[in-house]
């Protein structure tokens, strides 16, 4: 540790690294695990992920590839002695097979479209895998240059891009004669791979139909060897994160059967697959099963949330979100309905892998960047084994956060977050009010490396986890349903004021900023009030009306939002869009706005850019190439620090009076 600790900085960013996944061995003797970095002089930096190996007797870590490449996705063999991976190491990314013991890794096959993550087969003796489309001799189709037609509800995806040229299928490989069979021959995009515990047949789900205007739901089947498949629960509105039990006898999964109101927490659900009969594990919980918080933080690119079963078949695990905090619960798949916590905390704690008796997860809070964790199922015996950026956090003067709860307008209990600046004093300080998206979403005790960041340059950084937040009940998850703008802002402004009589923030040095349901807000916020003094929304929703038409969840998430399609209720259309009245704002704003943006495109920014520079508002728009919707936490690296960047130099000029 150094003798003079400093406050985090803007150019800190590159210089920490981040888990990606862990995944135990058979024995749980050993985990695999991955971490990403970022390597080279500045603007010339690339990103690379490591896969490690660690022992749990001895706690100590050694290489297993060497860190030039993106090495992802561990898998271990059944027998312990071998790790499949995914590599970049050639020009598509192809699946490895690497001897625990040392040794070079193979590849295990040269598909022409690149394959996905890898699955073994219970008995060792086969491996499943995604691959994209085949074209034989012919390349993929340029859709930048030549003329296409378009027949999808949904023709482009967020961070997929054009479906048609994403979508991909089921393969299964002999591993001892490297034989590939294609399970499947269709027009969907397939996740969630489970083999049976007998290793006969494959539970995969499938998302992107054609005629679907919701292209995340999941369509679950089991397939045999032979090609022969069958649809898991056809009516049900979502199935995801299934599993079977070690015996085979039943399916646990996350789901809800009929449509609910969007923001309401989906259940914990066991099939007996002899009988077909489902029954509900988590009646009555109303909290976010498979749930998280925002972490502004390029970490667990590597996994989706998965359900994980003990030996015995009696219990079920999962992360949930409560609040602001995430726990790991444990879940009776029989007799009564019973539920317990078993790893908690203030902090975030993400499953990750189960074997036996033991317990794999990554643990995170405010001040400390995700490491791998191990403990019983019960939860003893808790035992932290990396620490990944201990030795330069080290020398990082951490912030103090202050835990908020206050009455909303109209008396419901709200909770946020006050995180001091580190640059030293006494409150009041200047204040970034920081929104999370989703909206049906959350913030808390995690990690983001912006609120260190602006915490170092002198802002105290408040979260409030308003109306429509998921981990405190439906009722309040759903409360914005038909009416954005109304309850979640007044929860936002009771939070500030609440902060302002605490004597923590400064009413007079106010700045606002949040990305896709926060940038929502933000323009809201700017349009509604003049006591910001500076915003930056990025990759907002700013006219309902347009989003319903342009973005890949547009009509779905439209209508399930507001209660109809707009020639139902265009006047709820016209009430809920920040847009209606952009004309009102003064607030200096910057607009940031990642181009390749499907989720919330680029029209929604230019709208409201082009309507504040026409009425007088002092207002820039920073336009990112290339970059997705989450672009600038996990997108191309130039994205990712030019938005800090510019974020920090917008707050310090109106906020500060400071010039870049």
Known sequence: MSDTPRSMAREDLFKLDWLQTAQLSPDASQIAYTVSHIEGKEGEEKEYSTIYLLDVATGTSRKMTNGKQMDTSPAWSPDGKTIAFVSNRTEKNQIYLLPVDGGEAQALADMKQGAGGPVWSPDGSKIAFTAGVDYGEDEAPDRSKQPYRVTRNIWRFDDIGDIDLAVNNLYVMDVASREVTQMTDHDLMVRGIQWHPDSSRILYGTMMKPDQWYGFRTENFIIDLEKNAEPLLHDWISVNHARWTPDGSKIIFVGEKDEPIIGTHSDMWVMDTQTGTVSNRSAGMERSIAGGLEGRMPAFRQIRPMVHVDADGNSAFIQVQEGGHVSIMRFALSGDVAYEKVITGDRACTLLDMQGDTLVYASDDITHTP????????????KQFTHINDAFLADIIMPESVFLQFKGSDGTDVEGWYVKPTTGGDGPYPTILWIHGGPHGAQGN??????????GAGYGVMFVNHRASTGYGNAFSTGIHGDWGNLDYKDLMAGVDYAIELGLADPDKLGCCGISGGGNLSCWIVGQTDRFKAAVPQNPVTSWLSFYGVSDIGVWFSTRQLGGHPHEIPEIYTKCSPLTYAHKCTTPTLMIQTERDFRCPV???????????????????????????????????????????????WFNKYIMGLEA
Do not use: W
């Open 446 to 455: 995690r990690f983001a490396f912006d609120t260190l960041m602006l915490n």
């Open 371 to 382: 490491d791998v964790f191990v403990a019983k199922s019960d939860g003893t015996g808790e």
């Open 603 to 649: 029209d929604q920014s230019e709208q409201f850019y082009t309507t504040l520079r026409a009425n007088g508002c002092i207002v820039e728009m920073l336009r990112q190439p290339q970059g997705s919707h989450g672009g600038s936490i996990r997108g191309p690296l130039p994205i990712r620090t030019e938005n800090l960047k510019a974020k920090l130099e």
